[in-house]
């Protein structure tokens, strides 16, 4: 069973190039970041730092854990691409839309949810709550997937 299944982006939104996403950032475009983007970009899924690195070594450009991690950690503070905690390791996604996600507490899938329907919801979390969504804007919606329940 596909763990992580592809991401299912509106075919209005289309993913950005990596190349334009890093220099738009004011970041240097090194083949590390480039190839860690591309990837992220084609596979259309949220992935895991081993996940990133096995499948970089499969394309002949793989790259130590500790660099994919450092890179990753980078992009993620500068918002070139999002972090989402697990359950399991922390997976990495990317996209030029803000969005929130669903994340299965059982197998770790991480899904994007698009923002625009959630206004509603979002304001009616505030008003109760007092909590806001943080810088990103994003938030994390837990829960059990089809496939774990």
Same mark, same amino acid.
């Given at each position: 069973?596909?763990?992580?299944?592809?991401?299912?982006?509106?075919?209005?939104?289309?993913?950005?190039?990596? !190349?334009?996403?890093? !220099? !738009?950032?004011?970041?240097?475009?090194?083949?590390?970041?480039?190839?860690? @983007?591309?990837?992220?970009?084609?596979?259309?899924?949220? @992935?895991?730092?081993?996940?990133?690195?096995?499948?970089?070594? !499969?394309?002949?450009?793989?790259?130590?854990?500790?660099?994919?991690?450092? #890179?990753?950690?980078? @992009?993620?503070?500068?918002?070139?691409?999002?972090?989402?905690?697990?359950?399991?390791?922390?997976?990495?996604?990317?996209?030029?839309?803000?969005?929130?996600?669903?994340?299965?507490?059982?197998?770790?899938?991480?899904?994007?949810?698009?923002?625009?329907?959630?206004?509603?919801?979002?304001?009616?979390?505030?008003?109760?709550?007092?909590?806001?969504?943080?810088? #990103?804007?994003?938030?994390?919606?837990?829960?059990?997937?089809?496939?774990?329940?």
């Amino acid at each position: 069973m596909d763990r992580n299944p592809r991401v299912a982006h509106d075919d209005a939104t289309e993913l950005p190039n990596p !190349r334009a996403l890093l !220099r !738009r950032h004011g970041l240097r475009c090194t083949a590390g970041r480039l190839h860690i @983007l591309t990837l992220l970009r084609d596979s259309g899924q949220h @992935l895991t730092v081993t996940e990133i690195r096995t499948r970089l070594e !499969r394309t002949g450009e793989g790259r130590h854990s500790s660099t994919v991690y450092r #890179s990753l950690e980078a @992009l993620a503070a500068l918002d070139v691409v999002h972090a989402v905690p697990g359950p399991g390791p922390t997976r990495y996604g990317i996209t030029d839309e803000p969005h929130h996600h669903t994340v299965c507490q059982q197998c770790g899938r991480v899904a994007d949810l698009a923002g625009a329907p959630l206004v509603d919801a979002v304001s009616r979390i505030e008003e109760l709550t007092g909590l806001r969504p943080g810088p #990103s804007g994003s938030l994390l919606v837990y829960g059990l997937c089809a496939d774990c329940v």
